[in-house]
């Protein structure tokens, strides 16, 4: 694959998640401004149940199990496979909505602290409501690998705008119920799936065993803990924020959507993209080859999510404004929440973000098992911080995201050093840069934003952040050229 080749994929799937992320904002932006912070509370509390057998059913694990699977199959066994596996993804997928639906009181128990301002019935109700999501999004996931495998980006990458119009459409029409908001969900979760079919070309179901579904699923297996531990972590960090007044678990989610849309925008992206010829250069034995693209793609990527994260943290006050805060007299709780999250989340961008492209290369070296390890650690020192910072406030308890990250950066800078495929210290320098350029972008950007004006809703923050925005951008990247950074992605 020629670098335009590679260079014309990432566009593809960073234009189709940032479509698919806007529209996630907006939806978001509904939520909080046409339905009570009690009911979203308790919906973004139910919506964690599905969100993580997602990660172990989809998206992540399968995506990354079935691509070397169907590389492997003669061109002629792979139409089979890819029949059978759905059938069998398809049962598995039913059994645990099943179980969702039935053991629903129980999580909801898990989710909730014991002192909850939350109603636990309510959660109950909304879990077994929102739970066939998880059958929509695993089938999608499927469709969009299935995609991907062929280097096929443009049908998984903007599927997800269906789903946001459609929930967005369907929270408008009713709003305030919470039965809709469940069903919105839903209804937006199986257009995902539906709008990719056509581009499979008569795909169908067949019941029958293949022997690609056991190796398939044994690779799943990995990649089900390395992809599924940020939904743990969210598990745990919801059964200790449920225990804060009403509006924590909103607020957490606006600047966890926020966050996340950064993260898959500026790492994620990328390392889709660039996986099929990582892997391929692996399979090679072109260590060179691997590690030059690698390199260059830590680089852009440490760029991009430098300048992002700058933002994110100095201009929090006037992103949830303007992203979330559409009406005067906007809940005070849920805007104090939102600002303190989305400050420390913005910090740990560039550490969460490098290690993300660093584990995808460890996948494409096939070194399962030590990507597995790290990832354990990494979730049982996220965790702790958890429960120790969770008396000191929604920032500070966010902060151990941002220790966790920078741990697992440096753990991979050595880890890649050790084995001579990196050097640490350039990819140390690397970091220290980033970090300068943030320093002074941030504080143009929040200088900048406060003479301008007050964050308070959308018609009174827009300018002080359009402006704050401008010039910490055009400071940042300024002083990452001065520091030789690269700041043009095609270069």
């Known amino acids: 694959m020629s670098k335009k080749r590679i260079l014309h994929n990432t566009l593809i799937v960073m234009a189709g998640t940032l479509a698919s992320r806007v529209l996630g904002v907006v939806r978001q932006g509904v939520l909080n401004n046409f ?43 792979r139409a089979r496979f890819k029949r059978r596996f759905a059938a069998f993804l398809l049962g598995v997928n039913l059994l645990v909505v099943g179980l969702g639906v039935l053991f629903a009181p129980q999580l909801a128990a898990l989710l909730l602290a014991a002192d909850t301002p939350l109603d636990p019935g309510l959660v109950t109700y909304l879990i077994r409501l929102v739970m066939p999501f998880l059958l929509a999004i695993s089938m999608s996931a499927l469709f969009g690998a299935f995609l991907q495998s062929e280097e096929r980006f443009f049908g998984p990458s903007f599927a997800p705008l269906a789903y946001n119009v459609a929930a967005i459409a369907v929270m408008l029409a009713w709003p305030g119920s919470a039965t809709a908001l469940a069903l919105a969900y839903v209804l937006g979760g199986f257009l995902q799936a539906a709008v990719q079919i056509p581009a499979l070309k008569g795909f169908a179901l067949e019941l029958a065993w293949h022997p690609a579904i056991r190796q398939a699923s044994l690779l799943m297996a990995p990649f089900v803990f390395t992809t599924s531990t940020r939904q743990f972590l969210i598990v745990v960090l919801y059964a200790l924020i449920t225990g804060m007044p009403e509006g924590a678990v909103t607020g957490f989610s606006n600047a966890d959507m926020t966050y996340l849309m950064a993260l898959g925008l500026f790492s994620v992206s990328p390392a889709t993209a660039l996986y099929p010829r990582l892997s391929a250069l692996a399979a090679a034995g072109d260590g060179a080859g691997f590690a030059r693209l690698l390199e260059q793609g830590l680089e852009r990527v440490a760029v991009l999510l430098g300048w992002s994260g700058a933002l994110m943290a100095a201009l929090a006050p006037w992103i949830v404004a303007v992203l979330f805060a559409w009406k005067p007299g906007f809940d ?143 400071v940042y990247f300024l002083a990452a050229r001065l520091l030789g950074l690269p700041v043009r992605l095609g270069r």
């Open 332 to 474: 005070a709780d849920v805007f104090r929440f939102s600002v303190e999250a989305m400050r420390a989340l913005g910090l740990a961008l560039v550490p969460w973000g490098l290690y993300n492209l660093y584990v995808r290369g460890l996948y494409a070296q096939k070194l399962i098992r030590v990507a597995v390890l790290i990832s354990a650690g990494l979730l049982l020192l996220n965790t702790l911080g958890y429960y120790l910072l969770v008396p000191y406030g929604m920032f500070v308890l966010n902060l151990a995201t941002l220790g966790a990250g920078l741990v697992g950066l440096v753990w991979m800078v050595v880890l890649y050093g050790r084995e001579k495929v990196l050097e640490p210290a350039r990819q140390g320098t690397l970091v220290l840069k980033v970090t300068l350029a943030m320093l002074a972008g941030g504080f143009a950007a929040a200088w900048t934003a406060a003479g301008v004006g007050p964050a308070r809703d959308l018609a009174v923050s827009l300018l002080p952040l359009l402006a704050g925005a401008a010039a910490g951008s055009a």
């Open 35 to 77: 339905f009570d912070k009690a009911l979203t509370d308790a919906f973004l509390v139910a919506y964690r149940v599905p969100n993580l057998f997602r990660e172990i059913l989809a998206e992540g694990a399968v995506t990354n199990a079935l691509i070397p699977v169907l590389a492997e199959l003669p061109e002629g066994e």
